[in-house]
């Protein structure tokens, strides 16, 4: 258990029932221990299960190797009568998200792989990295980034510098 403890540090808050590679594939199937679970909408804790279901995440890859995690979760009522939602399904902190197919440590080197290659030839590339996801994660996963912040340059050009001076490098007129 300690060699799971420092291969995969993120499953500290889940219950890891068995590691075992099927073909190229590391699987990790794990269980969620906490006995509570928060509504996303109104914060209220629900003990009350409404029913058991696997998700199935993906995750940084292993030695080289693709990492499945198959983890069981559960989708709880929410017995707050003022609350919109009327059950919810469970997020581990730091390892699942709504709708993301992907553990939490994976879609940040996925959008460095998008941004720098795009969709189709970033996808090939996850697939020699051990992470294969679509082309169509790739790029939902670039267009959930924020907007690069744009940054005052703070070397300017001669050109720039003799403008803000006011001073032209122009050429002289043509005479004749
Ligand atoms: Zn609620």
Redesign the pocket.
Known sequence: MELLAVVFPHLAAVRVERVHRVGATVRVKAATTEPTSE?P??G?ESARVRSRYERCLSDLPVAGQEVLLQMRVRRFF?D?TA?A?RT?AEQIPGLTSRHGPCAAGLPSMLRTVALALGGRPGGRHTARLACAVGRSTLLRLSRSMPDPQVATPRVLGVDEFAWRKGHTYAPPPATG
Do not use: I
């Open positions: 509504c909408a109104c209220c929410c707050n609350c939602k919810f």
